[in-house]
């Protein structure tokens, strides 16, 4: 008899200890928190959030054609859309690739397949966040060793591609220079066309952003100050961003 009790005390803890820990974990992904609008940097072509995640069927597939390594799927810690991919640009922002593999690669329609080339992908809105940073406004030299990070980011791949390198390569060079690196990385056919280094009234420049710009977030990733200086806000247009409140 007192085995059955002692068995149904085991049974009553360790019920509890899992009902108890299945509500923490679910606080996790439903909590309010965790599933407010986190506003993520989306593949090319995906489209409006809501039926994105509705399409998407978390494959992967994505992922696995990027020659940059760009895209990350979500996982249980960030919340709604786990498996979801996006793209974190303080790591590693999308290089627009010609024949934008991750939409072709798409099976479900999550990312919109009348996306076809770089001037059709729209992702959201490079803006010069913190100018006060800005090494070009402030006439400082980019720092030693600024591309530790990115060096660091492509080394962690199991595969490295050759367009990495290339980007690698194309980064060295600017230390003790003024900078112009999210000018110059912009990856899109027309460059001019989304970011220029203008002449600034301090006697610095300072990069401009127009309609061309695509919100892949070349920029947010090179950019050398310890936070980035530019950043792309998601699913944001020129217009909503700089034409409606000038």
Same mark, same amino acid.
């Given at each position: 008899m007192a085995k059955v009790k002692t068995d149904r005390r085991e049974f009553v803890k360790y019920s509890t200890l899992g009902i108890l820990g299945a509500v923490l974990a679910g606080s996790i992904v439903f909590s309010p928190q965790?599933?407010?609008?986190?506003?993520?940097?989306?593949?090319?072509?995906?489209?409006?959030?809501?039926?994105?995640?509705?399409?998407?069927?978390?494959?992967?597939?994505?992922?696995?054609?990027?020659?940059?390594?760009?895209?990350?799927?979500?996982?249980?810690?960030?919340? /709604?859309?786990?498996?979801?991919?996006?793209?974190?640009?303080?790591?590693?922002?999308?290089?627009?690739?010609?024949?934008?593999?991750?939409?072709?690669?798409?099976?479900?329609?999550?990312?919109? /397949?009348?996306?076809?080339?770089?001037?059709?992908i729209h992702m959201g809105m490079a803006v010069l966040e913190f100018p006060d940073r800005c090494l070009a406004m402030t006439n400082t030299p980019v720092p030693k060793g600024y591309n530790r990070f990115m060096h660091a980011f492509t080394d962690a791949q199991r595969n490295v591609t050759n367009l990495e390198r290339e980007l690698l390569e194309k980064l060295e060079g600017y230390e003790g220079k003024q900078c112009t690196l999210c000018a110059d990385v912009c990856p899109i056919p027309n460059p001019l066309s989304a970011i220029a280094m203008v002449p600034d009234k301090k006697g610095g420049k300072r990069p401009e952003i127009y309609d061309g710009c695509i919100g892949c977030g070349a920029c947010e990733e090179v950019c050398p100050t310890h936070t980035a200086s530019i950043v792309v806000k998601p699913r944001v247009t020129y217009d909503e961003q700089y034409t409606n409140k000038s």
């Open positions: 965790a599933i407010k609008a986190e506003n993520r940097l989306r593949p090319p072509g995906a489209v409006e959030e809501d039926r994105f995640l509705a399409l998407c069927i978390k494959c992967g597939q994505c992922l696995q054609v990027c020659p940059y390594h760009s895209i990350k799927l979500a996982d249980i810690g960030m919340g /709604h859309g786990v498996g979801s991919p996006y793209i974190d640009a303080t790591e590693r922002g999308c290089y627009a690739c010609s024949a934008v593999p991750c939409v072709l690669a798409c099976p479900s329609g999550a990312l919109d /397949h009348a996306c076809e080339k770089p001037e059709d």
